[in-house]
């Protein structure tokens, strides 16, 4: 999901990007970087539901405003990094071992969050 997320976001909002994946033994991480206007306010950004989209891009079903949110949302560990009229990273690790609980025994991963309704 993340990875949808933010190819999608550098498709409606920026002037190009790249998307990189890295695996390891331990982890996935993904990492967003784009040439672009940057985000003023990322913690706006961040929000579920906050969108600087046009018309035409929300005609086309996309603009929702949960890019950032739901990435963050999946991701282990989220970063993001903007200067405006420049660029935007966004890192996103996700851990591929669970951790042991005190007894030795795997803890269960996380279950989705279904903050912001369906995904």
Not at 24 to 47: F, H, L, Q, V
Not at 67 to 82: H, Q
Not at 91 to 118: H, K
Request: charged fraction near 20%.
């Amino acid at each position: 999901m993340a990875s949808y997320e933010l190819e999608i976001n550098i498709c409606i909002h920026s002037h190009g990007g790249v998307l990189v994946l890295l695996i390891s033994d331990d982890t996935i991480t993904i990492t967003a970087k784009d040439r672009g206007p940057g985000i003023p306010d990322i913690e706006w950004a961040c929000r579920d539901g906050t969108s600087t989209a046009n018309d035409w891009i929300r005609s086309l079903g996309f603009g929702a405003g949960m890019g950032l949110s739901n990435s963050k949302r999946v991701a282990d560990s989220f970063n993001i990094e903007s200067e405006v009229g420049k660029f935007t990273k966004v890192t996103c690790t996700f851990n591929l071992n669970p951790p042991e609980a005190a007894d030795g025994r795997a803890v269960a991963p996380r279950p989705p969050s279904q903050e912001g309704g369906a995904q």
